[in-house]
């Protein structure tokens, strides 16, 4: 919902494809999008298809309960697929927060020295591929700094 409601102080209106009748986000979240008179929820369905020649120009979105396809015109699309993190493996490991994400310092390596964590899986407010590819630099450089110098 944090990037709905960005969007939509961009934009003319953003559609919501919404895999499920409701949502997961924080009710504050809900409410501030629920509230906003140009953002729209399709409700239990997902992306089949994205048209489009030079640029994105429809996608194809199928409803999960009554199997229909419908073409929706849009100009561009913005993936957001959830905020769980795929940290199952590393519980018990490293420190993580109370939702999942793994703590990091600020060379992103974790309570266990020389195993770092960089992008989504990271405890951090921002969540972007620009921040994960630097969070990855900075572990690249601090680990070759520390380990192999």
């Known amino acids: 919902m944090t990037e709905a409601l960005y969007l939509a102080n961009l934009v003319d209106e953003v559609l919501v494809i919404h895999r499920r009748d409701k949502l997961r986000a924080t009710k504050v979240l809900q409410d501030r999008a629920f509230a906003k008179p140009n953002i729209r929820f399709v409700w239990d369905s997902i992306v089949k298809e994205i048209k489009g020649s030079d640029k994105v120009e429809k996608v194809v979105v199928e409803n999960k309960k009554a199997g229909e396809r419908t073409e ?16 199952e493996i590393f519980k018990g490991k490293v420190h993580m927060d109370s939702q999942g994400y793994i703590v990091t310092d600020e060379n992103m390596e974790t309570n266990v020295k020389g195993v770092y964590a960089v992008g989504d899986v990271r405890s951090k407010k921002l969540r972007q591929v620009v921040t994960a590819v630097a969070e990855g630099a900075i572990a690249a450089s601090h680990a070759a700094e520390t380990y192999f110098s």
């Not at 929706?72 to 940290?87: K, T």
Request: negative net charge.
């Open 72 to 87: 929706l015109e849009v100009d561009g699309i913005f993936i957001a697929i959830g905020v769980v993190p795929n940290s």
